[in-house]
Structures are given as structure tokens and as C-alpha cells.
């Protein structure tokens, strides 16, 4: 019994010993992984990861995109290849189609509009246009390219608001072709809330050009109500990008005759306003006929018989006043005065005669020309005839003489031109008289010419009063 008894105790004591071995064991285990657990703690601040690694690896998704896109746009930004203005390959027909001015980029071809170019646009893909270059004498020096606003070329420089960039094949000198490259822009403004340019680009063959002449920069200050501001490109190797740029390269091609009507009909009254012109008929002749003459090239040889021939004529008709004038020593405010009070303008081809369309509509244009001028001059003879169809008047026809310089090939020689170009006129008395007769007469059997548009009635213009 003792025996049974003690071996009891024996294995109750074992038993409890057993529990507190494992009780021991429990502690010493969870000591031990607290233990590791803090040294882990320790080993981990004590590696001391850099921060940036930390938050890299704690949000390593989105900051991978965000990576990848930077590059993508630093890729986009180094892939900008800026091509040359101008490009020769297209040299035998630089006006046609794309031209060689922006040659990869194609003109907007709405029906009866100009053909223009706007950036950003749809057909940009949402790109602005940036030039870039300073070269005035070779246009394959000058460069352009497309790029997204967010990866504008290396050392770009963002033009704000509205850009000009013109194209002319010949010059922003001249009247005439002044005119022309300035009338598609003037078409855009008014479809698109008469919105003014911040700054103009010329280019003439891709090369840079810092101004106008002076009577195309008061054309467009009385249009814009501010003179034109040229872009200076100071750096070759800061390529200027525009926030909006429209860009011309066919001067008015495309425009139908509405159109070119409706521009005139803006500019006629922009210009008369600008000069202060009371549109008032009262201090205007009944007939007003002004012989506008030029000095040297393509004036006429002997003045005072032209003169007396269309006095003569002029005095035969009630009202008639005649007004005879040197377009050299006319301010633009008197070309625009003298045209307003000029039905009948008689002058020689040449620039003067762009003034035409600054006359009351309906009024009547007599061009003179020297010899050879009908047979070598091409077509270019022609755009007084044109600017008169373009802007509502009547060009009633031209005289060319029949005699002039002598030149040492044959007539119809090209090389005759040279002298043919800047000759001087003769006259033809009979005809000159005939001539001014039924011009006069045409005049006159014709009903009243309506009163100017401007001020008066209601035309589309007053969208830019
Ligand atoms: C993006 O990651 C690349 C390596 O994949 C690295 O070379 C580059 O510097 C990172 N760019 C930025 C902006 O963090
Ligand atoms: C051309 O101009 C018209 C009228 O402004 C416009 O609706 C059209 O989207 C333009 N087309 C392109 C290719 O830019
Ligand atoms: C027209 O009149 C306004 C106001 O009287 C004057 O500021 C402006 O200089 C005039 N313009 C011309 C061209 O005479
Ligand atoms: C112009 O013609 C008239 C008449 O033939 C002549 O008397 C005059 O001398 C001529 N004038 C000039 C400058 O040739
Ligand atoms: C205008 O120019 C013509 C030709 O050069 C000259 O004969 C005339 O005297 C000038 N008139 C004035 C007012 O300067
Ligand atoms: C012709 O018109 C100009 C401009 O309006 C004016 O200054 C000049 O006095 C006029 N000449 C004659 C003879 O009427
Ligand atoms: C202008 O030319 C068109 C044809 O090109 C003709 O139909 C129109 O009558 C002309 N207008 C004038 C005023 O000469
Ligand atoms: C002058 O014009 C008249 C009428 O048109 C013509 O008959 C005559 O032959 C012309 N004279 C000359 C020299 O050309
Ligand atoms: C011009 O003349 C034509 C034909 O005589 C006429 O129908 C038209 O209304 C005139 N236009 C203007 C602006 O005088
Ligand atoms: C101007 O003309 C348009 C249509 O051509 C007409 O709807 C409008 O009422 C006219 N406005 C005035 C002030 O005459």
C-alpha cells in the first residue's frame, strides 16, 4: 500500500515537475522569438534602407507608371525632328498643292475659303506648329515641326496667344502682293469672331522677313485697331512654339468671289474709318475721275497731253471733277480719301492701282501699259483685272501702245522684256478721248451707285465694328 502509494506521489510530483518544465520551455520559447523578433527589428532599422527606396517599394506600382510615362514623354520630346521650310524637291512647282514651304503638311480646302492651316487642330492632332531659325536669305536654313504641347522640342519657347505665318512667293513690299497675302488672314478673322493677331511671321521663300510696306502696315492697323507686331527669332537654336498659329501659303487661291467681296467690303471700311472719312456724300463730286500718275518706270512719256485729254473729256459731262495725283506723294489717309471721292480711276499698271478697291463699289478702272507688255508679260498683266472683279468694281479695259523702246531681238523675245518692263507710255489722243466717252457715259446711264456700305445699312461687317 505504501508502496503503491508513494509510487503515486512519485509520478503526481514527475507529472507536475513535467508541467513545469513545460512551463519553462513555453517561456524560454516565447522568449526566444520575442527576442528574435525584437533583434529583427533591430536588424532591420540597423540595415537602414534609404527613405526614397522604402517609399519606392512600398507603392512600387504606380510609381513605375509614373516613371515610364516621364520617359516616354523625355523619348517624345528627343524624337521632335525639325524639318527645312523650304524644300527643293519641289523647287519646278513651288505653288502647287502642298507647295515647298511646309511641303509634309497640307492646307484645309473648305469650299470657298482660303486655303489655311490651323495648329493645334483636329488635322494636327491636337500639335502646335514650331519654327524655329533666323535665316533671311535661304529658307532651307529656316525649320518647322509638330509637337504635342506636352513634349515641346529642347529650349522651345511658347509664343502665347494667336500667330500669323505667312507665306509669299513674292514680297510684303508691293501693294499688290502685300495685299494678296494679307486678304486670307483677314477672311479667317472675320470667320472666326475677328480674332486679332498677337504677333506675325512673314516668310518669303522660307526666308524670314521683319516687316511690311508701309501702306500694307496701315491696312492692317486700321483692320486690327493695332499695328502688326513681328515675331523676332533671336536664337538659331530656340525654336519658338505657338499656343495658335494659323498659317497662309496660297495668298487668296481658293477664296470664292463672295468671299473676296465680303473682305474688300471690311477693309474699304476699315480703312475710311481708321482715316477718320465721314461717309457723308456731300463733299464727293457728282463723277469723280482722277488720273493717279506715276514717276519713272511705266509713266507716261508726254503727261500734259494725258491730262488734257481726260480734262477735256471730263469737263464735256455735268459734275465731272477731275483729280490728277502722284501715288509717290499721297499719305495713306489721301489714297484712301482720294479713292473714296474717285469713280473713274484712269493710271498705268503698276502698284498705285491697288488702291482700286478702296473706291465706292461699281466704279470703273482704265489701265495703261507700254509696248510688249500684252505679248510677254503673262499673266501677272492681269491682277488689276482681278482685283477690280474681286472687289465689285469694273475694270473697263486696257490700252497697250503700240509703240515704245526698241529692242534687238525679236518682239515676242523673252529677253525684250527686261526693257519692256519699266518703259515709259506713249499716248493715242483719238483713242484716249473715245475711250473716256463711253466710260463716262456708262457711268452715267448707270442707276446711282448705292451709297457706301460702311456706316450705312447692313452688311456683314458690323461683326467687327
Ligand atoms: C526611371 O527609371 C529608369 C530605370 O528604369 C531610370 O534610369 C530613370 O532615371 C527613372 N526616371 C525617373 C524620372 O525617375
Ligand atoms: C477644316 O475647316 C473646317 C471648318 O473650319 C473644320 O470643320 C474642319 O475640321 C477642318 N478640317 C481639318 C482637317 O482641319
Ligand atoms: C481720327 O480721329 C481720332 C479721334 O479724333 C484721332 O485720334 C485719330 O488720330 C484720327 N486718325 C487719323 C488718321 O487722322
Ligand atoms: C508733249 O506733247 C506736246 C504736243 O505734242 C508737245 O508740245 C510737248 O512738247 C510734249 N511734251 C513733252 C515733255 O514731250
Ligand atoms: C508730287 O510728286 C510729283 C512728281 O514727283 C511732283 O511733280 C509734285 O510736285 C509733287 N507734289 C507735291 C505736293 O509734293
Ligand atoms: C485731289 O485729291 C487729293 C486727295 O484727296 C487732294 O489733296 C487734292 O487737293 C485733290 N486735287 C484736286 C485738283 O482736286
Ligand atoms: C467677275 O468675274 C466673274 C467670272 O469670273 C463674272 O461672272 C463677273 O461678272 C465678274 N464681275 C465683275 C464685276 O466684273
Ligand atoms: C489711235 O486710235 C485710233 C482710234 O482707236 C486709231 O484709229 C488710230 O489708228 C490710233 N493711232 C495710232 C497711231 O495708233
Ligand atoms: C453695281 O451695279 C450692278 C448692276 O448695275 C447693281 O446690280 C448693283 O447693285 C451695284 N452694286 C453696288 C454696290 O452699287
Ligand atoms: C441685317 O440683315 C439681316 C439679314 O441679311 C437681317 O436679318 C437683320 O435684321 C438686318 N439688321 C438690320 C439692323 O437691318
Redesign the pocket.
Known amino acids: 500500500m505504501t508502496t503503491k502509494a508513494s509510487a503515486w506521489r512519485r509520478l503526481v510530483t514527475c507529472l507536475s515537475s513535467l508541467k513545469f518544465y513545460l512551463n519553462v520551455l513555453c517561456l524560454v520559447v516565447t522568449g526566444f522569438v520575442l527576442l528574435q523578433l525584437c533583434s529583427f527589428q533591430i536588424t532591420q532599422r540597423s540595415l537602414s534602407l534609404p527613405p526614397a527606396l522604402l517609399t519606392y517599394l512600398r507603392h512600387r506600382p504606380e510609381q513605375l507608371s509614373e516613371n515610364k510615362t516621364a520617359s516616354l514623354v523625355e523619348k517624345l520630346r528627343e524624337s521632335v525632328t525639325f524639318l527645312p521650310l523650304k524644300d527643293y524637291r519641289f523647287s519646278n512647282k513651288p505653288l502647287e498643292g502642298h507647295t515647298w514651304f511646309m511641303s509634309s503638311l497640307y492646307d484645309n480646302q473648305t469650299k470657298g475659303e482660303a486655303q489655311y492651316q490651323e495648329f493645334p487642330s483636329d488635322s494636327s492632332k491636337g500639335r502646335l506648329l514650331c519654327l524655329k531659325g533666323v535665316d533671311e536669305h535661304d529658307g532651307s536654313w529656316n525649320y518647322y515641326v509638330l509637337a504635342w504641347p506636352e513634349a515641346l522640342p529642347t529650349n522651345a519657347i511658347l509664343q502665347e496667344g494667336l500667330t500669323f505665318v505667312s507665306y509669299n512667293q513674292y514680297d510684303y513690299g508691293n501693294l499688290w502682293h502685300g495685299l494678296t497675302a494679307a486678304v486670307p488672314f483677314v477672311a479667317w478673322s472675320l470667320r472666326n469672331q475677328c480674332e486679332k493677331p498677337q504677333k506675325w511671321v512673314l516668310y518669303h521663300w522660307g526666308e524670314l522677313r521683319f516687316g511690311m510696306g508701309h501702306w500694307l502696315s496701315e491696312i492692317i492697323t486700321s483692320i486690327y485697331g493695332q499695328a502688326p507686331d513681328f515675331l523676332q527669332f533671336v536664337d538659331q537654336d530656340k525654336p519658338v512654339c505657338f499656343e495658335k498659329a494659323v498659317v497662309m501659303r496660297h495668298n487668296e487661291g481658293g477664296m470664292s468671289r463672295e468671299r473676296r467681296i465680303e473682305v474688300f467690303d471690311l477693309i474699304r471700311c476699315k480703312a475710311r474709318n481708321y482715316c477718320n472719312i465721314s461717309s457723308s456724300e456731300t463733299s464727293k463730286p457728282r463723277i469723280g475721275m482722277t488720273l493717279l500718275?506715276r514717276?519713272g518706270a511705266r509713266s507716261f512719256r508726254n503727261e500734259s497731253v494725258v491730262i488734257d485729254v481726260f480734262k477735256r473729256e471730263c469737263k464735256r459731262v455735268d459734275g465731272c471733277e477731275l483729280n490728277v495725283?502722284?501715288s509717290?506723294?499721297l499719305t495713306f489717309c489721301e489714297q484712301v480719301e482720294l479713292m473714296k471721292k474717285t469713280d473713274v480711276l484712269v493710271s498705268p499698271h503698276g502698284a498705285q492701282l491697288t488702291n482700286l478697291f478702296l473706291m465706292d463699289k461699281n466704279s470703273s478702272v482704265m489701265e495703261f501699259f507700254p509696248k510688249g507688255w500684252l505679248k510677254l508679260a503673262g499673266v501677272g498683266q492681269l491682277v488689276f483685272q482681278w482685283g477690280a472683279n474681286w472687289s465689285g468694281m469694273r475694270h473697263e479695259g486696257s490700252w497697250h501702245d503700240p509703240v515704245g523702246e526698241i529692242c534687238q531681238f525679236p518682239y515676242t523675245d523673252r529677253r525684250c522684256m527686261s526693257i519692256y518692263k519699266n518703259a515709259k507710255i506713249g499716248y493715242n489722243e483719238t483713242y484716249f478721248g473715245e475711250w473716256a466717252r463711253r466710260v463716262l457715259r456708262k457711268f452715267s446711264i448707270r442707276e446711282m451707285k448705292e451709297l457706301a456700305e460702311c456706316n450705312h445699312g447692313n452688311s456683314s461687317l458690323d461683326v467687327c465694328s
Open positions: 500718275l514717276t495725283s502722284y509717290n506723294n
